[in-house]
């Protein structure tokens, strides 16, 4: 049986679902944001501004069942913009059926088209479920982060 998934950019009226959805990423990797991290947050996603961060979201028999967001940047490296994709998100009651894989193709076709050279993430070491995804997507680089918080 093949699960139909429909890909589409974040819209106003998905504002509690798409809540429901990050605040259970945001669980995931341990942490949460404020209230007014939330309205930014979405706010953002739905202005349109070709700097501003992006939102997809996954549907599933009309039910929103998992989202990304990315954003283009400069690089020193190119000419043309990179993808940064920073969240991706599926209801673990779906995962296996291609949720995370068509966010990513989608994210990645959307950069294509608007010109980005390359589209790219980070996960923590222990999400080993979306490891096994990623290393089907994608190159692993051999990169390490650091943060520095003000």
């Given at each position: 049986?093949?699960?139909?998934?429909?890909?589409?950019?974040?819209?106003?009226?998905?504002?509690?679902?798409?809540?429901r959805?990050?605040?259970?990423?945001?669980?995931?990797?341990?942490?949460s944001?404020?209230?007014?991290?939330?309205?930014?947050?979405?706010?953002?996603?739905?202005?349109?501004?070709?700097g501003?961060?992006?939102?997809?979201?996954?549907?599933?028999?009309?039910?929103?069942?998992?989202?990304?967001?990315?954003?283009?940047?400069?690089?020193?490296?190119?000419?043309?913009?990179?993808?940064?994709?920073?969240?991706?998100?599926?209801?673990?009651?779906?995962?296996?059926?291609?949720?995370?894989?068509?966010?990513?193709?989608?994210?990645?076709?959307?950069?294509?088209?608007?010109?980005?050279?390359?589209?790219?993430?980070?996960?923590?070491?222990?999400?080993?479920?979306?490891?096994?995804?990623?290393?089907?997507?994608?190159?692993?680089?051999?990169?390490?982060?650091?943060?520095?918080?003000?």
């Amino acid at each position: 049986m093949t699960t139909e998934i429909t890909i589409r950019p974040v819209q106003a009226g998905d504002h509690d679902s798409w809540r429901r959805l990050w605040t259970a990423y945001l669980e995931y990797y341990e942490t949460s944001v404020s209230e007014e991290v939330y309205k930014t947050s979405f706010q953002r996603l739905l202005s349109g501004d070709p700097g501003e961060f992006k939102g997809l979201v996954a549907a599933i028999d009309g039910k929103l069942v998992g989202l990304v967001h990315y954003v283009y940047h400069r690089s020193m490296w190119t000419v043309e913009n990179t993808c940064y994709l920073m969240d991706l998100y599926s209801d673990p009651s779906i995962r296996g059926q291609g949720v995370g894989r068509a966010l990513i193709e989608a994210v990645h076709e959307a950069a294509k088209l608007d010109g980005a050279t390359t589209t790219y993430w980070m996960t923590q070491e222990y999400n080993y479920k979306g490891r096994m995804l990623y290393d089907r997507v994608a190159t692993k680089t051999p990169f390490i982060k650091y943060a520095k918080k003000g």
